[in-house]
């Protein structure tokens, strides 16, 4: 991955690794270069408020987050920066990530956290969330997505004609 | 608002209006311009159809959905365009908007819908979120966001000097 | 299975079928004729709206239709017919399903799904209410009903025996 | 109304009446007789139980039920017919019809209720739920039914040129 | 076990026992006759609402109903008797039992289900809320309570000397 | 009221009276002697503490326990007493009573609290529990609960004839 | 208050106060110098950082912060120091503080937030738990705590007698 | 361990133990004497409240209490002391945990739980807070808190070089 990172993902524990890997996995199909960090908004958040306050000077340009239980992680980076923050709910052992969601989503007005849905989808959907932003100004990924709504489809009309009816 | 819309800002009801206005407002002061429709993923759903499919080639960059209950709009919208949706979730009389939070937030893995906090804050948000998006090939947007971010800041001393002590 | 289908049961995915095959079971065994479709409300939206808008026309007299999470399959599909659609919510493996209740049965004003129980349960009791609303014209399956419902009782009654007390 | 009723709206309690006065409503616009009645699961179980055990050989259709908190009336006439039974969950109180909810459609195999939304948009769509049935043996409800359909599309598209942009 | 039964426990369905012989293991203890029967407020109504009108004269003092999901037997029997019913809300696979607990525990005024915890301590509770009861009358039980309430606390005391401190 | 009291009926605080209201005027109606009293578990634990320990020497049958929030004046006069104890959640501001309810009904195996509905209902129903469970020896309340049940029949039927219909 | 505050009672808005003041007020009988800011964990984080980093050797000895929704105030606070940091969570008009309570009490492991109950009695139980804190060095307190402990049985009996019964 | 214990632990049950040793280790690691003590609010509710109305002057500073379900054991000692006292809400198999944490942080106005994070998070928060209180009165303590947080972000930096990128 030579060229510079444009989106970032970071994660409040490598525990959520299995989990945010969903997201590289898309960008690395599509070849978008990313970082990823380990990044705690309680147990490193002079770390992390200086990831976010320099994000857009390094050439980030979307930042997804992904934190459980009292989730902040997503929602002190959209305090710092201008970017775009996606916020991804890790599921929890307990509550089992609706913690995690009301922590992510409710954010004051002022200050937008953009919530995707609760753990391995939600990761997914955050890549695709992530390059839907980027294909504003990029006509390759564009029509990447445009692709990969079709493949959705077909894969859906595959899955109909295995059925054997 | 002569120049042609970029931002869609749709909603399920005319009742919903008084809400969606705090996302109008913020884009009033940022001069973006935007176009405003009742779309209803139930009720006029060819018509939603054809304007989520035709949304990109109409200039469209991001769309903005409001929709209460069982809040299909911003995800269907999603399912027909390649374009980033951001969904805004009601209040609801007797749920509260949680339903509306579920519907709107829980989407499957390939279709992201970007969800804000429920109600007037997440309708002002959405707007924000979708500056954000805009400012990412938009410099005077980038400063207008920058700006917006230190008036935060400013409101809060502002309100604290007016504590008195 | 000559005769033509008037039940369609649809799901929003292949690993929706170890559910929904609770419905078909009950339609088997009282020699209704149905289709099963893989049809995603956010996947393959375009083959789900024409699949809706001829239902009526081809035969359909009852849809069955099972999705989870953000769970817009019944509701997209109720928004295109006029027929009777039942919406069957699929657990998920976060939320427990509540999410898929919500988004189910929380349909706005003029356009109804008729929700029933979370899972497994629910899939046999869509089948059965679709035969509830076939009886309505149809006597041998009222008749079927009827030694359904006596059944159940002596289900009952045979395992309280079996009590031994 | 000199027409035998075909369909029968019941609940638990008169304070019910302006909630399920959406459904009669709907009825009365589409000429449907119906009956109303005050029935308690728990208040008056024998009354109750006598209409359930009759309503098919009186000439009902569609049995509507409306209850709050601890709902059970609409499961407990589904228990006793074989005819379709619409549930509607009333708000209650405290628990804003959550409890209404899970009480009328979490029922076990064997017993559907067919349960629409909580109060009033509930209401309306049991009716509408209703006439879906009886569509099915009966072209005049089916063309009012498609009439109603467009009659929402074009409501929305009103609403959208009021919007006046 | 050759005296008449004070005390009967009924449940919606055999799989129930495991859970509910936490109360009939409470009544063997302290020697109480009881009946055991499977009985379903929805599968087998009639069977139901004859146990229930019949239970006081028939020498039943206490009844003690658990069921699940849209769990209304406790509910359907209170409303046809004038005995005391104590309701256990079965934990269930999806809503883990709150769906159980609304419905048996939201009764209307005017028809009373003493509701106990979810599971199997509830079944145990229920056993020892029947005889509470019970004791108002009968000394010998009232003793047995006090021996078992001395009990839990020396058990405590026991389980607090094993820490080995 | 001459004579002693056999019912106890406690509270958390003055402003639950006008709920706990509805348990005395039941018994009043019945005749049956009650005493009332402000207790609390959190702020007056020792008075709480002396009074369950003494209840059932002092001649009281049943306890009837009015809280909201953590709602744990039923579970210590429970823990401190083998009479059968009586929990009414409060409706709370904030949680709507969820809180009670579960603070009340969820006790350990060895310690039942009988619990009722959330608020007013429940308040009324633990006057009829209580009046259940003291029918248990005395004909003159077993004839009167026979009375109000049918009282509660009757007046669904006068409400039903109000209809007019 | 001329002496150095030793309490910091801290909130996100203005809109706040009227529900802080029930801290402010225990703290201004029990004569604790404390100071009151409006500091937004999202609106203003670096002043808020600044604030947490350097409360410790400002003579701080504990820190109440009141939040809603998405409630990262006192997390964020107890993030940047080793002091004991109490959160209350606020009543919200969606979710009604259950967004507020996640978020404030789902700490992750290492930074804890001594979170007490919603809204008013939340904050004035932040200042007696602040009070219970510095008693351990201060007899004066512990006296003032014994009083106030005191004076609830005082009320809750003064109460009672006001029952006139 | 021979110095006077300034900790206690105390929890409802030893099935709690190996989530309250996530506190007994942070107490250990940080050579603060402690004891353990099984106390359950409702079993032995007598040795519960001596051990709360002695624990001040047996030389106790910080009670830490865990339970689970109908959550009293925290309540009911803060209600016999003027000691902070910390709750940690355990897991439950039914509710997972909401129920204790509802019982154990809605406490009324005048009796402060300083409530933690549901389950062995919550244990070791516990702790951590409680060595942050007796930090204001010792300075060893201070500066092991200091090197604590240090260990969070350096822990998170080492996770961070893991990632090898």
Do not use: C, W
């Amino acid at each position: 991955m030579a060229r510079k990172p444009v989106i970032a993902i970071i994660m409040g524990s490598d525990s959520d690794l299995p989990v945010m890997e969903q997201a590289t996995k898309v960008l690395d199909e599509n070849k978008v270069p990313y970082e990823v960090r380990i990044l705690s908004a309680h147990r490193s958040p002079e770390d992390t408020a200086r990831f976010a306050a320099s994000a857009r000077r390094n050439g980030i340009r979307v930042i997804i987050a992904g934190a459980g239980g009292a989730a902040h992680l997503a929602g002190v980076v959209a305090s710092l920066t201008t970017l775009p923050v996606i916020g991804v709910p890790m599921e929890t052992a307990e509550l089992k990530g609706i913690d995690s969601l009301f922590s992510t989503v409710q954010m004051p007005a002022g200050v937008p956290v953009a919530t995707v849905s609760i753990g391995k989808s939600g990761a997914r959907n955050a890549a695709i969330l992530a390059l839907q932003i980027l294909s504003l100004g990029d006509r390759r990924i564009e029509k990447a997505l445009g692709a990969l709504k079709k493949s959705l489809a077909d894969g859906v009309r595959k899955k109909n004609r295995n059925l054997g009816r």
